[in-house]
């Protein structure tokens, strides 16, 4: 199979904190992962793209100073919401795909964030 | 960019009917569709998947169709079930950059009991 796990599955946190979301592929080595936001009743907006030991590729719009994304082995995959706000509450999710060659993502179970 | 539409936006049938969601593209060298099914707070999963060489593929009660030249493909469900109900995601990406997927809007289909 192709398993990715997210942690952690939900956090509140206070305004002005930073959270660090962990993507993990458990069972292939990921050489491209993908991070999304969704809110609620909409659909899927791509963050960035992270490759492993390289920096990561922000979507217009998505400040790469707030959320950084580190990619540092072939399996995890890190995205850290700094200074977070109300507004930066939503659905996490992250997504892996095995090879370099077109393949499909496989999507981690999200992680919810609350900012208080 | 690539730009994906999605049609319906909502989708109620009766258990036992067919349901149909069409999703349209803009950039002709998209070649990879997939479909995706999320439940309500749930990550979403892939049921079916289609690439440009293939201008239809089935698995089960589920098919997917493509018509490259007008650039829409389908997904079909046929004698639905109250499991079914979900929101249902087209997307599209090339084969170029990353490969990002980019996503439709979402369907939100209903099967009734």
């Known amino acids: 199979g192709a398993v990715v796990s997210q942690h952690p599955s939900r956090v509140i946190c206070k305004s002005g904190t930073s959270v660090k979301i962990e993507c993990r592929s458990l069972?292939?080595?990921?050489?491209?992962m993908f991070w999304y936001r969704q809110f609620p009743k909409q659909s899927l907006m791509l963050m960035a793209t992270?490759?492993?030991?390289?920096?990561?590729?922000?979507e217009q719009g998505v400040e790469k100073d707030k959320f950084l994304i580190n990619h540092a082995s072939l399996t995890l995959s890190t995205l850290t919401v700094t200074s977070a706000h109300p507004e930066d509450s939503s659905f996490y999710i992250c997504?892996?795909?095995?090879?370099?060659?077109?393949?499909?993502?496989?999507f981690g179970p999200g992680t919810r964030l609350l900012v208080l | 960019g690539e730009n994906v539409e999605q049609h319906p936006s909502t989708l109620s049938v009766q258990e036992g009917d067919s349901a149909v969601i069409k999703c349209t593209y803009s950039?002709?060298?998209?070649?990879?569709f997939p479909w995706y099914k999320q439940e309500l707070g749930k990550r979403p999963q892939l049921i079916i998947d289609?690439?440009?060489?293939?201008g239809e593929k089935k698995d089960q009660r589920i098919a997917v169709t493509l018509n490259k030249t007008a650039k829409h493909f389908s997904l079909h469900i046929t004698e639905t079930q109250p499991e079914d109900s979900a929101v249902y995601f087209c997307?599209?990406?090339?084969?170029?950059?990353?490969?990002?997927?980019?996503f439709g809007t979402g369907t939100r289909l209903l099967v009734s009991p």
């Open positions: 289609i690439r440009s060489n293939v």
């Open positions: 069972d292939f080595q990921a050489t491209t």
């Open positions: 950039d002709s060298a998209s070649n990879y």
């Open positions: 992270s490759n492993e030991g390289s920096k990561a590729t922000y």
């Open positions: 997307a599209a990406s090339k084969p170029t950059g990353f490969q990002k997927l980019v």
């Open positions: 997504s892996a795909r095995r090879g370099v060659v077109q393949e499909t993502q496989y």
